[in-house]
């Protein structure tokens, strides 16, 4: 029987969360959510690049090749309740997203995407630094996951 979430207790990934600190892909965090027979657990990781001393001018110099960056990576995991993953699954009741949201511009701020695959109906979600209007629960059910993983970027975003 499905649970409160609407989905069957076989193990499946619900929810990806990535955030991207400053608009870089290099620098991120990953939090997926795995329903694993009536709990849940989150899979967080954390990346980054690793920069060279003097990386930046090799960079730009296009006769120089090969050079490697090193990815550097922490990852833990948080097992959660059916009732305590419910609980933040609820603020997403009712949600009504607009389709194409308003335009945002700017030069600094974090990416924001949030997917998720619920019995193989896929949705996708981003936005930059400030969420638009209408994706008020979307950003606060993605802080809630971030809240929930005890990664230390909640402080920077409370």
Known sequence: MAGETGVSNKTMILVKLTVSP????????????????????????????????????????????????????????VFLTADAFNSLFSTLHGVNVPIIPEYQDGCDGDEWILEFNIEGHESKYSWWSTEPKGYEKLSKFSIGLL???????????E
Do not use: M
Not at 35 to 49: H, N, S, Y
Not at 150 to 156: C, E, F, G, L, T
């Open 147 to 157: 809240k929930l993983s005890n990664h230390s970027k909640i402080k920077d975003i």
């Open 22 to 77: 400053n608009w870089t892909l290099d620098n991120k965090i990953t939090i997926r959510v795995v329903k694993k027979d009536e709990d849940f657990e989150l899979i967080c990781r954390k990346t980054a690049q690793e920069r060279f001393q003097g990386q930046d001018d090799v960079e730009s110099n296009p006769f120089v090749e090969n050079i490697k960056k090193r990815r550097k990576f922490k990852q833990w995991r």
